[in-house]
């Protein structure tokens, strides 16, 4: 049974970072491209970054470039998000999804976790 | 940017026909996903590639994707279909949501 399970989400400042981690199981990892998806309160899914099998392709939601950065380790089975200079309109419930396909381009998320909450505020 | 258009709400009553359209500019020459999500709950991924079913996922749900607009059709709807709907594409490099639509079984 594929399992995602986020974890790192929480309360923060504006202008602090934090590290979101996603722990997969029930797959081959590494045969799969990754990817984040968040969700503000009451609204609609936003895809925030995605990484390919071997972190060869990322790309990233221009409202996230150059303040996140995805990456993952194979051999822990994790992905995860490194979130800098966080603004309000980051706070959001973020989403891990596995991809249908080892490169992150056109294919869809065919799992998804959970997802943790981050809220950014003073 | 890219955009894609959803209806804010559809109403279906049971056993009936839902269609959830998904407007953007030449839609028909992409690949358009879509996810049902239900309250609390995370996505779930109910077509892919415009038309195909992933296992598991009821025949009752269907799609096809011509022109402008893409169109998620729900056959002999029931009440555990009340959910949001979402379609989804990729295009210049970036993956698109659309707006969302929340279908409401009478």
């Known amino acids: 049974e594929v399992q995602l399970v986020e974890s790192g989400g929480g309360l923060v400042q504006p202008g602090r970072s934090l590290r979101l981690s996603c722990a997969a199981s029930g797959f081959t990892f590494d045969d799969y491209a990754m990817h984040w998806v968040r969700q503000a309160p009451g609204k609609g899914l936003e895809w925030v970054s995605g990484i390919s099998w071997n972190s060869g392709s990322i790309g990233y939601a221009d409202s996230v470039k150059g303040r996140f950065t995805i990456s993952r380790d194979n051999a822990k089975n994790s992905l995860y998000l490194q979130m800098n200079s966080l603004r309000a309109e980051d706070t959001a419930l973020y989403y891990c999804?596995?991809?249908?396909?080892?490169?992150?381009?056109?294919?869809?998320?065919?799992?998804w976790g959970q997802g943790t909450l981050v809220t950014v505020s003073s | 940017s890219y955009e894609l258009t959803q209806p804010l709400s559809v109403s279906v009553a049971l056993g009936q026909t839902a269609r959830i359209t998904c407007g953007g500019n030449?839609?028909?020459?992409?690949?358009v996903h879509w996810y049902q999500q239900k309250p609390g709950q995370a996505p779930v991924l109910v077509i892919y590639?415009?038309?195909n079913r992933p296992s598991g996922i009821p025949e009752r749900f269907s799609g096809s994707n011509s022109g402008n607009t893409a169109t998620l059709t729900i056959s002999r709807a029931q009440a555990g279909d009340e959910a949001d709907y979402y379609c989804q594409v990729w295009d210049s490099s970036i993956y698109v949501f659309g707006t969302g639509t929340k279908v409401t079984v009478l």
């Open positions: 030449n839609i028909g020459s992409k690949n």
């Open positions: 590639r415009d038309s």
């Open positions: 999804a596995k991809d249908m396909a080892s490169i992150a381009a056109a294919d869809p998320f065919d799992y």
